[in-house]
């Protein structure tokens, strides 16, 4: 039902909200009750003066009565239906609902936002708790203080008569390992009571090289052009960053500028306008290898892809090196992912262009197309290992196929029961 139908039911809400009987309503606005009971059950619509009239008795503005509940209310609101998972018959009475009960629509609408935001912290949390280096180390200090406190007190506690310089010296150590303890167990409060969660958390290189890519929209034209070099470039990364990440900064930029001069920004913009995303294709058209297609295609602008494109690397460890992140793909921090992600599968058969449909689980399922592929990092001698890596670029599908492959981000925050590649519970259900 249209929401522009809807105006006599809202008149008939407000009134009874009011205490209003239908007679008096009607007296005040001039008309007959019968008249205003066809209005209220929507079989005469209501405009102009008598609008404004009746909208006065119920000291509401016209337009709360004619257009009622906001569109972003009416979205949300099928969006809750929708990641409920479960069948809502009356999905397209929705406007109905939000006209006649505008409060009730708020508050379930302010519920579902809260669930979102509660699963993307639970997410977050978990995911820091797990890979953050802070972290860790902060607990391995209390505890190791704890460890050498209970040590030296079950010396102390021991029966018999301890020698006046070792009784002192034991003294001495608790006493230092009691500050020590004190010190760290502060910090280690302080670092997990932090609520300025607008500043990124950078405990690791990767994360803060990808900071900056994040900030740069991964794309850098001005290297494209040749109007800067990798020096000058590197001039303008933030003063802030360690050492160690603007290594990995000048390691990706140099690959990034090898990369567009492989696949040129016109061209490439002109083939897939003509032909569309076809990485193989575009690989032998450009007489470049797949690995550089896959990084090349995932840095593009959006206008030019023509949709969004998230992209991963790994090394033969199977430890995520480089990550683009894509919306509705959730990916854990530098560390270990899902072993079902097609990235993987790529690093099993090197060379072998590997291409799947998959479906991420958790609340709300995103369907994505993978398209993977690993190679050597450099030729390998006789008698000599190669290193692998491999690259997977993500791109979001509207439906899943019937042969998606499920997967997660990692086993930690996973929902998914029964598979066979788990490493550790899930902290998670799986309705979750």
């Known amino acids: 039902m249209a929401r522009d139908t809807l105006t006599g039911s809202r008149i008939r809400e407000r009134r009874l909200i009011l205490g209003l009987r239908q007679a008096e309503l009607a007296r005040q606005a001039g008309i007959s009750a019968s008249y205003l009971n066809l209005i209220e059950h929507n079989r005469r619509r209501i405009g102009g003066k008598l609008l404004v009239d009746i909208a006065a008795v119920l000291g509401v503005e016209p337009s709360m009565l004619s257009e009622g509940a906001e569109a972003a209310l009416i979205s949300t609101l099928r969006e809750a239906a929708a990641d409920s998972g479960v069948p809502v ?22 519920c579902h936002r809260r669930i979102a935001t509660l699963e993307q912290m639970v997410e977050t949390l978990s995911d820091r708790l797990t890979h953050d280096p802070n972290l860790a180390a902060s607990v391995h200090e209390v505890l190791s203080t704890a460890a050498a406190i209970r040590s030296t007190a079950s010396i102390l506690a021991e029966p018999g008569e301890l020698e006046p310089q070792w009784r002192d010296r034991f003294h001495k150590n608790l006493n230092e390992d009691s500050l020590r303890l004190a010190e760290s167990s502060r910090a280690l409060v302080s670092f997990l009571d932090e609520r300025d969660t607008d500043s990124p958390r950078r405990g690791m290189p990767q994360e803060e090289a990808e900071d900056y890519f994040q900030s740069q929209g991964f794309h850098f034209p001005a290297l494209e052009d040749g109007q800067l070099g990798i020096t000058d470039m ?3 990364v933030p003063a802030e960053l360690s050492a160690a990440a603007r290594s990995l900064v000048q390691v990706a930029l140099v690959q990034y500028l090898s990369d567009a001069r492989a696949l040129p920004m016109e061209p490439l913009a002109a083939e897939i306008a003509s032909e569309g995303i076809d990485p193989v294709g575009l690989a032998r058209r450009f007489g470049c290898g797949l690995p550089v297609v896959l990084r090349r295609l995932a840095v593009l602008p959006e206008a030019v892809l023509g949709r969004e494109a998230g992209l991963v690397i790994c090394d033969a460890s199977g430890t995520l090196l480089f990550r683009k992140p894509v919306t509705g793909f959730a990916m854990p921090r530098f560390g270990a992912s899902c072993p ?12 072998v262009p590997v291409r799947r449909h998959v479906v991420q689980q958790g609340r709300n399922a995103a369907a994505f197309e993978c398209m993977a592929v690993a190679w050597p990092q450099e030729q390998p001698d006789f008698g000599s290992d190669p290193v692998y890596r491999a690259v997977m670029l993500i791109l979001p599908s509207g439906q899943a196929t019937q042969d998606a492959q499920p997967v997660g981000a990692s086993c930690r925050i996973c ?3 029964g598979c066979p590649a788990r490493r550790e519970p899930s902290i998670l259900k799986e309705q979750f």
Do not use: I, N, S
């Open 415 to 417: 929902p998914r029961r």
């Open 340 to 351: 079902l992600w097609p990235l993987y599968t790529a690093l099993v058969h090197p060379h």
């Open 234 to 236: 590197m001039a303008q």
């Open 89 to 110: 018959a009356e999905l397209d009475r929705v406007d109905e609902f939000a006209g006649r009960f505008p409060g009730w629509a708020e508050v379930l609408a302010a």
